[in-house]
């Protein structure tokens, strides 16, 4: 037995598991080679006995066992949830159902038979945050700590002149949104980032999709090395093959040297395919190969080269209807989509638009060495009934134009190009009354307080929508003084959310399929709101936003 590279170099407990002595031989010889320790198993029930005499580092194991599947062995650790091991799973070759089922069972990584020793070493030493012996290290950096999503501060601090002092510094912090769609998506990236499952972001454009995967690379352990990101949409049909695999000197015309493709560059690193729902058909052929093989074969090379890349993806299509359609094949569709990551739009999660807004124009003041410019409360509510396609990509841009031609002072609807937002109708008097709602009296002068003692509701129906004057003046109060805050989150949300969707029903006439794509909706997700909020339609026996009746149809 050699000793492992380096002097410091930690000794690792590793278990393998495997019915097959010769494989199991191999495997344990090379990892000795490697200075780990090793301990194997020969069946579930001797794998079982090992974990729990001892922790160890990482487990290896076959999934076809004497007794049962390793699965089983994946799901107890899972459920045991103090277990610390990662888990590499060996799979028969092409069995990529089972390679996705292990991987959404926890699995950090998986192999196929017959294994590539050298692949084996690799995929070992990433499981461990460590190069292969004789290559490197790998280190976390230690500007991107391991940090849970709760520790996000709670408000960004103010920026001053000159440097960004105080701004988001990694990609993770500048995921900002304390709505819960944001906080559901930081709660994923620091559950995906400890495997090396594939991971399908999906997300309306502008929303973030290579800020979230620029995350996952950062807080893996894979931190240290590339990320490199390609849009597929953006290169050349005849270049794409090129591009991702690289090219030999003279494999077509122009071709003047050998030339290294994305999957190379992001050796030991991420590769992260933007749009990859753009890729031509027979480029996803290629593509599923170099997935299942771990191995690129560049234009005009006659061999191919191991790559050993951790890979995420991107798209603003629905990929389940491009599948469906037959423009997007399936089995390349189940090994991009191992883990999903949905991104909200902003239209959905527009309690976060003050915070981005302030995070905005702070970074937009770093850059260009100024003091931060401050949004009036009137644009910030003018700001809010907008749709905003282009989601946060749209919002900087808007905010970037006002920077530039404002006169000084607060950011009014004018510098923004914006109408001033309706005070008696529109979404922003819908989302002021919704203070009522929500247990919050308005005075004659527009001041909030809470009534006293407060009602409780004696009935389920909604008590009649605010007056135009009302409206305006609590949500005037509420931009104006952010300390006011209703006494009941539920029915302030659940009232925003009925009133525009009676809004929408009322717009197109009862049409549910129509009012859903006005807001981004499918035919579902209207059934399913409406059902829960109790609106009925004319042809159900009542007026949009009525109450339903006992036994009536939603």
């Given at each position: ?46 794998a079982r006995e090992r974990l729990a005499a001892a922790r160890f580092d990482v487990l290896i194991t076959d999934l076809r066992l004497p007794d049962g599947s390793g699965l089983e062995l994946l799901h107890e650790l899972e459920r045991a949830g103090d277990r ?471």
């Amino acid at each position: 037995m050699s000793e492992p590279a380096g002097p410091a170099a930690p000794r690792h407990r590793l278990l393998v598991v495997d019915d097959e002595p010769d494989l199991l031989t191999l495997y344990e010889l090379t990892l000795l080679r490697e200075g780990h320790d090793i301990e194997t198993a020969r069946s579930l029930e001797e794998a079982r006995e090992r974990l729990a005499a001892a922790r160890f580092d990482v487990l290896i194991t076959d999934l076809r066992l004497p007794d049962g599947s390793g699965l089983e062995l994946l799901h107890e650790l899972e459920r045991a949830g103090d277990r610390t091991e990662k888990s590499i799973v060996v799979t028969a070759y092409g069995s990529a159902a089972h390679a996705v089922e292990a991987l959404k069972a926890g699995a950090f990584d998986y192999l196929t038979k017959p294994v590539d020793l050298r692949q084996f070493r690799t995929v070992v030493a990433s499981a461990l945050g460590r190069a292969p012996a004789g290559a490197a290290p790998l280190t976390r950096p230690a500007a991107a700590p391991a940090r849970p999503a709760e520790r996000l501060p709670a408000a960004l601090p103010a920026a001053a002149p000159g440097p960004a002092v105080g701004l988001p510094q990694t990609a993770f912090e500048r995921l900002l949104g304390r709505s819960p769609a944001m906080r559901a998506v930081r709660e994923r990236i620091e559950r995906v980032a400890r495997s090396m499952a594939p991971v399908l972001v999906q997300g309306e454009s502008g929303t973030g999709k290579e800020l979230v995967a620029r995350a996952i690379h950062e807080r893996s352990s894979r931190g240290a090395g590339p990320f490199v990101a390609i849009n597929c949409g953006a290169i050349p049909e005849a270049l794409i093959e090129a591009e991702l695999f690289g090219h030999r000197k003279g494999a077509f015309t122009g071709a003047q040297e050998d030339r290294p493709g994305v999957f190379q560059a992001a050796q030991g690193g991420t590769l992260f395919l933007d749009e990859i729902g753009e890729l031509p058909l027979p480029m996803q052929t290629r593509l599923l190969r170099a997935v299942q093989e771990r191995a690129v074969r560049p234009v005009g090379a006659t061999a191919e080269l191991p790559v050993d890349v951790r890979l995420l993806s991107a798209t603003h299509r629905d990929l389940a209807a491009e599948v469906a359609a037959g423009r997007f094949r399936q089995d390349l569709y189940y090994r991009l989509n191992v883990i999903e990551i949905p991104l909200p739009p902003l239209r959905e999660r527009r309690e976060d638009l003050p915070l981005l807004v302030e995070a905005v124009l702070q970074r937009l003041a770093a850059e260009a060495g100024t003091p931060p410019a401050a949004l009036a409360p009137e644009a910030l509510a003018a700001l809010a009934v907008q749709p905003l396609p282009g989601n946060v990509r749209e919002l900087e841009n808007r905010l970037h134009r006002a920077l530039a031609l404002s006169h000084g002072g607060p950011l009014g609807p004018d510098d923004l190009d914006l109408p001033p937002a309706p005070a008696g109708a529109g979404a922003a008097g819908e989302l002021a009354g919704l203070a009522l709602r929500a247990g919050l009296a308005v005075d004659a002068d527009g001041s909030l307080h809470s009534p006293t003692p407060p009602a409780p509701p004696v009935s389920p129906v909604a008590p009649p929508p605010p007056t135009p004057e009302q409206v305006a003046a609590t949500f005037a109060v509420l931009l104006q003084d952010p300390v006011r805050l209703p006494e009941r989150l539920e029915p302030w949300l659940d009232g925003i959310e009925r009133l525009l969707l009676v809004r929408a029903l009322e717009l197109h006439h009862g049409n549910r399929t129509a009012a859903g794509a006005r807001l981004g909706l499918t035919l579902r997700q209207m059934r399913y709101r409406m059902a829960r909020l109790g609106i009925l339609r004319p042809e159900d026996g009542g007026e949009p936003g009525e109450p339903p009746r006992p036994g009536a149809a939603s």
